[in-house]
Structures are given as C-alpha cells and as structure tokens.
Nanobody
C-alpha cells in the first residue's frame, strides 16, 4: 500500500512564499518509488480539482500548470521520499486545499483521475 501525506499548510500573506511537503511511504508489488510520479492538485470551494504540478521520481521530469508557472516549482528529495511544492509570489486566488497524489507510472499525468493514491489534503490560505 502506497501512502502520501501532505504537510506545511497554513496562512500566508499575498506576495509571500510557502512550501508544501508530500511524504511518500510504503511499497506495492515490490516496486520502489523510482517507478512512480507525484502530482500536486488543488481545489477551492465551488471549483473542480485542478492540476498544479507533477514530477517523475526517476529522472526528475516535471510539469507545472500555466496558472502557476514562474511562481511554483516542484522538486523531490530521494533521501527522504519527499516531494516539495515551493510557492512564491502567492496570490489570494491560490487559496485552496492542496492535495498530493501518486501514480505507479513514471509519466507526467495531468488529470486527477490518472492518480491512484491521494493524501487527505491541506489548506493553504493567502490573505490580501
């Protein structure tokens, strides 16, 4: 069973920076996380869950949504099985519940339905 858990949520002032962490744990079918990809999604009230960023564990290929490009970056730390979402120049419209998700394929999926494992989500609030 693969588990992912978000941490680092909170309230930030507009224009500020914040970093979210996603800790991946567990194994399935004897495979390690080198065969996985991790994605970040977010959902605000009344809106659908939207793609934010994704990274493959092997090779470190990444993709970032146009809405946050130039402000958000995604990275991983192999040593502690953690993926980070660095958020800079935050805006009130970035306020949402942020979810970490994992998929057992080394591919940059952009749709939430393509991910197998989900965290419970964590609130990020950007105050103006």
């Amino acid at each position: 069973q693969v588990r992912v858990q978000e941490s680092g949520g909170g309230t930030v002032q507009a224009g500020g920076s914040h970093r979210l962490s996603c800790l991946a744990s567990g194994r399935t079918f004897g495979r390690t996380f080198t065969s996985y990809a991790i994605g970040w999604f977010r959902q605000s009230p009344g809106k659908e869950r939207e793609f934010v960023a994704a990274i493959t564990w092997s090779g470190g290929r990444s993709s970032v949504a146009d809405s946050v490009k130039g402000r958000f970056t995604i990275s991983r730390n192999d040593a502690d099985n953690t993926v980070y979402l660095q958020m800079n120049n935050l805006k009130p419209e970035d306020t949402a519940i942020y979810y970490c998700a994992a998929v057992d394929a080394s591919y940059l999926y952009l749709k939430a339905d393509d991910y197998n494992y989900w965290g419970q989500g964590i609130q990020v609030t950007v105050s103006s």
